[in-house]
Nanobody
Framework: VQLLESGGGSVQSGGSLRLSCAAS????????LGWFRQAPGKEREGVAG???????TYADSVKGRFTISRDKAKNILYLQMTSLRPEDTAMYYC??????????????????????WGQGTQVTVSS
């Protein structure tokens, strides 16, 4: 399984970016997918996850600002980020779980739920 992120970059506070993650050699339609981020000196944290039926889960810090979505025809996962803040600055990672649902409804943002990881794409938000 390969996951390849793209779409990162540098924006000013209040700006928007859309991240993409292309998946290959994955039974995409039956996988859970997620976005995580890691800032320098901090632990990797869950941002958003989506189950095979499209049910999304968001971290409190991004609710109302970020939207996760998936295109099953293209095997691509997206993260639309709006109203970006300097504290959103991090390396963003795509992750995949080879199961249609999470172990528990509250586990979408847990690192151990996921089987595969991408290499990451950097997002930098300046004030």
């Amino acid at each position: 399984v390969q996951l390849l992120e793209s779409g990162g970059g540098s924006v000013q506070s209040g700006g928007s970016l859309r991240l993409s993650c292309a998946a290959s050699r994955l039974t995409y339609s039956r996988a859970c997918l997620g976005w995580f981020r890691q800032a320098p000196g901090k632990e990797r944290e869950g941002v958003a996850g989506i189950e095979s039926d499209g049910t999304p889960t968001y971290a409190d810090s991004v609710k109302g600002r970020f939207t996760i979505s998936r295109d099953k025809a293209k095997n691509i996962l997206y993260l639309q980020m709006t109203s970006l803040r300097p504290e959103d600055t991090a390396m963003y990672y795509c992750a995949a779980r080879e199961a249609p649902y999470y172990s528990h409804s509250t586990y979408a943002l847990r690192l151990r739920e996921y089987d595969y990881w991408g290499q990451g794409t950097q997002v930098t938000v300046s004030s």
